[in-house]
């Protein structure tokens, strides 16, 4: 391998590490360029790094906007508070044991158990609402989640701020994109051709031209954004030196938020309508059916909200919650079917089955 080959190698590694990002094990994040047609990436949960995830953000052109929206992370109960993990884990916490602090942008609810938020801003946001939480009765905690619900389910919101991110790095992206095919496409292709010669060194410097543009859009884009972009100058300086921070100079306005990130299924309109209708399916089993649901008298708190998220934009029951078809028992949560005689889902820690339909 040449030095030339070698530090093309090293290139690829440093901008795959810079499209990797730490987000919440839980998080979801939308991957498009415009007002519709985006898709959902998931962090891989199964590798848990202080109290995170790692997630690959979308690294061919062209490049794409991201925006990130959490599911419901704290549900209070009548004794306890409810804590989402990861999409198959949560713990509860008594009242009386729940002592929020925040180091940095995690959020230490008692002794064990963290929670990673996007920013410090959030965890704050979330260590003050949680001390609130705590002082209410039963049924104010109920509303007051109830009316949390609401904010974070706002599709008009979601869909705004998702596409005025999308305007808003529109120009970093473009650059960025010429950026990438000039770095590992034309430059590989002039290597090959001509080697260590002036025509290789020219091709450098338009590289290094890109990447002095890429800052001015960096300073220019972020000169009047509401979000206070930590280390502002010093990141358009990396940017101006570093291929893999200019190829990614928009991941850092995309990402940069001290706002609430929203719910998923506030996405409807962003995602087309089967991919989000899956996603509502999958949210509205995971609330709904938990144990004891055939003789519960009231829906779960997040169901109810669900519920009247889904009548409030025309979504009929039987589209998020299609009624049984299997000839054998199936477990409602996660459609899993068992022999006769069984009457419980041990993987969804004893949901009970639900029986088919004579």
């Known amino acids: 391998m040449t030095d030339g080959q070698t530090l093309l190698a090293v290139f690829v590694l440093l ?7 730490l987000v919440p094990s839980t998080a979801w994040m939308a991957a498009g ?6 898709s959902p990436l998931r962090p891989w949960m199964r590798l848990q790094i202080g109290s995170g995830s790692p997630l690959l953000l979308s690294p061919l052109p062209p490049m794409q906007a991201h925006a990130m929206a959490l599911p419901w992370l704290f549900v209070p109960e009548q004794e306890s508070l409810r804590v989402r993990l990861t999409d198959s884990m949560s713990v ?13 942008s995690t959020l230490h609810l008692d002794t064990v158990t963290r929670v990673r938020l996007p920013s410090k801003t959030l965890a704050e946001l979330w260590q003050q609402r949680l001390i609130e939480w705590r002082g209410l009765t039963p049924e104010q905690r109920r509303s007051a989640f109830l009316k949390y619900a609401r904010t974070t389910l706002d599709t008009k919101s979601a869909n705004t701020t998702a596409s005025a991110t999308s305007q808003l790095t529109r120009s970093l992206r473009l650059c960025a994109t010429i950026h990438f095919m000039w770095c590992f496409g034309m430059m590989s292709v002039l290597y090959h051709r001509f080697g260590d010669s002036l025509i290789v060194l020219a091709a450098a410097g338009v590289l290094l031209l890109l990447q002095f543009i890429q800052s001015w859009l960096f300073l220019r884009s972020t000169r009047k954004s509401r979000v206070i972009i930590p280390h502002r100058r010093w990141r358009a300086l990396g940017i101006a030196f570093l291929p893999q921070l200019s190829m990614r100079a928009f991941d850092v306005v995309n990402l940069t938020t001290d706002a609430e990130p929203p719910h998923p299924l506030a996405w409807r309109g962003l995602m087309d309508d089967k991919r989000w209708l899956e996603s509502a399916r999958l949210f509205w089993r995971e609330s709904r059916y938990v144990p004891g649901w055939p003789q519960n008298e009231s829906l779960p708190l997040e169901a109810e909200a669900l519920e009247k998220f889904f009548r409030h934009e025309g979504i009929a029951e039987e589209e998020y919650d299609p009624p049984a078809t299997a000839k054998l028992p199936t477990c409602p949560r996660c459609s899993a079917e068992f022999q006769s005689g069984m009457t419980a889902c041990s993987d969804c820690g004893g949901v009970e089955l639900r029986q088919p339909v004579a």
Do not use: M, Q
Not at 15 to 21: K, N, P, S, T
Not at 92 to 104: H, Q
């Open 33 to 38: 360029t415009g007002k519709s047609g985006w």
């Open 15 to 21: 901008y795959l590490i810079e499209c990797l990002r």
């Open 92 to 104: 509860s916490i008594t009242w009386d044991k729940l002592a929020p602090r925040v180091e940095e």
